[in-house]
């Protein structure tokens, strides 16, 4: 005997409901997600390894929230430093979620975690870095900076409850106001037109130094070659005049004769015009030679 169609129709109604029924029981956990049990709404497990689960069907409902690294890009900050310097801060944020079940109580998703973290973050930046220099914001103290300011949201963060884990925070830019680049780039100028004035007038300084230490170096050599010279010049005198002397001891015709040619060298030149005597004792070396009396 065929089913009749009342049969069929409730053998329907038996697969739509089973159907129905698995499709609430069975739910899927994906290796990046962790899944939220909720019971009547109210949260009550966790459920944190991938694959195909079972759940209570119309009792229990699921959430998933993502497992992996949340990045938070930060609004743009203004921040007045310790030496009262403006300046403009872009900072990034990245945390997971470490306790989804206090997660979901506080915060329910992604969207509302950005939304809490932002103002946390910029809070945190104010107060840490407004007790800092900007030249230390700007590259020598960052590092430390941005240690103290990623620790000082993850306490905020603990304190609110909000599950998360605060793995990082980072400056992407720290720049002058628009409006006050141009000023603080003249008064940049300035200091180095200055730096560079002061160093050509130590420069200048140095120099003069040194040239001076150069003419005094000169005139004392030249004093000690003058002196040495004359030294010299006067050995070789007496040692002339020594020779000579002997000479005239030896031989005073020579000697004479030696003196005459002297005189002679010292008064005839070019053009001179001299009235002697032919035989006037000047000029008997011309005649008589070296012998003559």
Avoid: C, H
């Amino acid at each position: 005997m065929k089913p009749s169609r009342n049969t069929w129709l409730t053998y329907g109604v038996i697969a739509v409901v089973a159907l129905v029924v698995l499709g609430n029981s069975l739910y899927l956990v994906d290796q990046r997600k962790q899944a939220i049990i909720l019971r009547f709404g109210e949260p009550v497990g966790v459920v944190a390894t991938p694959g195909l689960k079972l759940k209570t069907p119309f009792v229990e409902n699921v959430v998933l929230l993502d497992n992996r690294n949340q990045a938070l890009e930060a609004s743009q900050e203004e921040i007045i430093g310790a030496d009262q310097q403006r300046l403009v801060v872009d900072a990034f944020l990245r945390y997971r979620i470490n306790d989804p079940l206090q997660f979901y109580r506080t915060l329910r998703n992604e969207q509302n975690a950005a939304s809490r973290l932002e103002p946390l973050t910029n809070s945190s930046l104010r107060q840490v870095l407004g007790g800092a220099k900007s030249a230390d914001i700007i590259s020598g103290e960052r590092d430390a900076l941005m240690k103290r300011t990623r620790d000082d949201v993850a306490r905020r963060a603990a304190e609110s409850r909000l599950g998360v884990q605060i793995i990082d925070l980072r400056i992407k830019r720290a720049d002058l106001p628009t409006a006050n680049q141009e000023a603080v780039y003249r008064r940049m100028q300035t200091a180095r037109q200055q730096q560079a004035a002061q160093t050509r007038a130590v420069g200048e300084q140095n120099k003069r130094s040194i040239t001076a230490g150069a003419d005094k170096e000169v005139a004392i050599t030249l004093a000690a070659a003058t002196e040495t010279a004359e030294t010299t010049r006067g050995k070789g005198e007496a040692k002339r005049a020594q020779i000579f002397a002997s000479a005239y001891g030896k031989d005073a015709s020579f000697a004479a004769f030696y003196r005459s040619m002297q005189a002679y060298e010292a008064s005839i030149g070019t053009g001179t015009t001299m009235v002697l005597s032919p035989d006037s004792d000047f000029f008997k070396y011309f005649s008589k030679g070296p012998n003559a009396r």
